[in-house]
């Protein structure tokens, strides 16, 4: 073998879902990249719910595939039913849902990752890194191989120091049937990083021979069903299937409160914190003690396998109760269980010791992404794993890091609410984190970053042409229908009042007409002289969208150009805050703490106050 074999410019390990959008990112950027993993059969696995997207998380997927990223196009690839959440509702909260099948999922990543060019993966157990004068410098496996790269990034998951506990049953696992990470987790323990413990659950699996559809109500996904990636066809997806819901009954709560102290969750036997939004069926009869019933939605696990997923019953009660419990809920009363369900408590870092690059500054060239940084999710985890990955090959590159701003993505939002405020619990993502949700919408997601993606080299041909094509489209589209004056005594004016039933009180253009609330671009294009108008659809839902919100979303870019003018000012690696005159003790600590690299990131520390952030400023400015 030579040496080469050893030597990479990147390497990653874990192959989650951050892991191989951060192994492919990596690779498409350019750097020679490596992917280590403890089994290859497990790339791309979904430890729990087979599903991708919602509300949230499925914008944060939509930007992950203008980036290049491969999410999108495997959920494309095995989503078996499909849904658009909040339809209804205006277009900054809508977003696309699917379940998954579980082994055409994974199928798919792994081809991804085994035909990217520039990417090498090698099955192995990594025990240690190699780090020297405060920079990464590789890794070791448990067998002792040493590969090197001036960038590593590292995507453990929930496998670090992993503890599985069913009932009073625990032991070492990174999740059911996986081996824990436990000697990287203690060489991490003594190296410079804060680490604390956090836990996640998934229910048992079900035999969905076993349950009686006939008590349940089926929810069949949507017709016309959505698609994830802008490159994605519905013909690409797979066989549907229906999803059903159900429900727990007053005996399931009772028999969850008399079992309550064999709970770990409630023993004390489980120290880490649990997702405040993914809560245990215990939880949720503790918290929610009113109420007499929790939906449960039966989702499948795949075309080719009998197992459901009964989403909403997470539990880590002891194996006896979850019996009782699950054959005490509508439909499952011959309920045959085939996993049991359990909770996982593992270790996460403190992610305000990272850039937003994803970088540690503890170790340069060291990236974490995905679960260790605090989060829940695979789509969280995959939109951090692109971002590490391209900054890794971009740091071995010699080339500047690069890392969107808050109100350019989601990924923005995610990335500087972790570094700045830490996190005491598994973080996920939801519309309400965005202050500029109206510009982070999934529908937009392909004009706001696929031409950054360009740059960084991610974005293939195929999928720029297609975008320069849509945004020619769009462009052309407004200016034609700018151009196109009605009034009231001219022919247009009086075509509009035939057609569609709409008077012109004085001279206006279409696109003015197209913001009235009682017309759409579809009845428009009713009037003969303004139809058919464009044949794609997602072009003239851009030319809608836009037009209908132009002024809200003037309005909200003037209060982005205001914010950035301070959000933007650089603080110096290593700035000795003690200098700055009159900040208090408190405020002190939290900067020397967080170590924010700009302005806006100072801003947003918690408990930082206007005036500490004046002084800041003053004093900066005054440096120069
Ligand atoms: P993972 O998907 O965990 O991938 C980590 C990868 O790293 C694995 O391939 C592993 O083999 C590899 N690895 C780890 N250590 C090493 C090492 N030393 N050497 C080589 N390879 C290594 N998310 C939700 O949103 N809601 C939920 O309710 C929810 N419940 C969950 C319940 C359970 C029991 C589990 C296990 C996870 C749950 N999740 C849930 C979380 C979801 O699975 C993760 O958010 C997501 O998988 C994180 O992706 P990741 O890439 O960071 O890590």
Excluded at 467 to 482: D, G, Q, W
Excluded at 552 to 568: F, K, P
Aim: contains cysteine; hydrophobic residues 40%.
């Amino acid at each position: 073998m030579s040496d080469s074999f050893y030597q990479f410019d990147v390497i990653v390990i874990g192959g989650g879902h951050a892991g191989t959008e951060a192994a492919l990112a990596s690779a498409r950027a350019g750097a020679r990249t490596l992917l280590l993993t403890h089994a290859i059969e497990t790339v791309g696995a979904m430890s729990c719910n087979p599903a991708i997207g919602g509300i949230g998380k499925g914008h944060l997927v939509k930007e992950i595939d203008a980036l290049g990223g491969i999410m999108a196009k495997a959920a494309d690839a095995a989503g078996i039913q499909w849904r658009t959440l909040n339809a209804s509702k205006g277009p900054a909260v809508r977003a696309t849902r699917c379940q998954a099948d579980r082994s055409l999922y994974r199928a798919f990543i792994r081809r991804a990752v085994e035909s990217q060019a520039n990417l090498t993966v090698f099955q192995a157990a990594v025990d240690d890194l190699v780090v020297e004068q405060e920079s990464v410098r590789g890794a070791i496996t448990n067998t002792g191989l040493r590969f090197h790269a001036p960038a590593v990034v590292l995507t453990a998951g929930t496998f670090l120091a992993g503890k599985i506990h069913i009932g009073e049953t625990q032991y070492a696992a990174g999740r059911m049937g996986d081996p824990p990470s436990t000697a990287l987790a203690h060489k991490l323990r003594e190296g410079r990083f804060v680490v604390d413990r956090l836990k996640t659950g998934t229910p048992p699996r079900i035999d969905g021979r076993s349950l009686d559809y006939s008590k349940m109500a089926e929810q069949p996904g949507d017709d016309p069903r959505p698609v994830m990636s802008f490159m994605g066809r519905t013909a690409d997806h797979p066989e549907q299937v229906s999803c059903w819901i159900t429900h727990t009954t007053e005996r399931t709560h009772q028999l969850i409160r008399d079992a309550l102290h064999r709970s770990p969750l409630y023993s004390g036997q489980i120290e880490g914190v649990g997702p405040r939004y993914c809560p245990s069926i215990e939880d949720k009869v503790v918290r929610f003690a009113e109420k007499a019933s929790h939906q449960i939605f039966v989702e499948p696990e795949g075309l080719a396998v009998t197992e459901i997923y009964p989403n909403g019953i997470s539990t880590s009660l002891p194996f006896d109760v979850q019996l009782d419990l699950v054959r005490s809920i509508t439909g499952f009363e011959r309920a045959h269980i085939t996993r049991p369900g359990y909770a996982i408590e593992y270790d996460f870092f403190d992610p305000r010791g990272l850039k937003a690059s994803l970088e540690t500054k503890a170790a340069a060239g060291l990236f974490f992404a995905g679960q260790i940084n605090g989060t829940t999710g695979y789509e969280e985890a995959a939109a951090q794993g692109l971002l590490a990955g391209v900054n890794a090959a971009r740091f071995a590159q010699q080339k500047d890091a690069w890392s969107p701003r808050r109100d350019e993505a989601y990924l923005g939002v995610l990335v500087d609410d972790l570094i700045t405020q830490g996190t005491s619990e598994p973080y996920r993502m939801f519309t309400s984190r965005a202050e500029y949700r109206l510009q982070l919408r999934e529908d937009n997601a392909d004009a706001r970053l696929t031409p950054v993606g360009r740059d960084l080299g991610l974005v293939d041909d195929a999928r720029w042409e297609n975008f320069s094509r849509k945004r020619e489209a769009i462009a052309a589209e407004t200016a034609r229908l700018s151009a196109l004056w009605a009034a009231p005594n001219n022919a247009l004016g009086a075509s509009i009042a035939r057609h569609i039933g709409v008077e012109v009180s004085r001279e206006t253009n279409a696109i003015d007409l197209l913001r009235r609330p009682e017309l759409d671009y579809a009845k428009l294009m009713q009037v003969p002289e303004l139809g058919p108008g464009v044949d794609n659809a997602k072009v003239a839902e851009q030319v809608e969208i836009e037009t209908k919100y132009a002024g809200y979303l003037d309005r909200q870019r003037e209060e982005i150009a205001r914010a950035r003018r301070h959000e933007s000012a650089a603080i110096p690696v290593g700035f000795d805050y003690a200098q700055v005159p009159g900040l208090s003790a408190e405020v002190l600590q939290k900067l020397e703490r967080v170590r924010p690299e700009t302005l806006g990131q100072a801003q947003r520390i918690p408990g930082m106050t206007p005036a500490a952030i004046s002084l800041l400023l003053v004093h900066l400015e005054r440096r120069q």
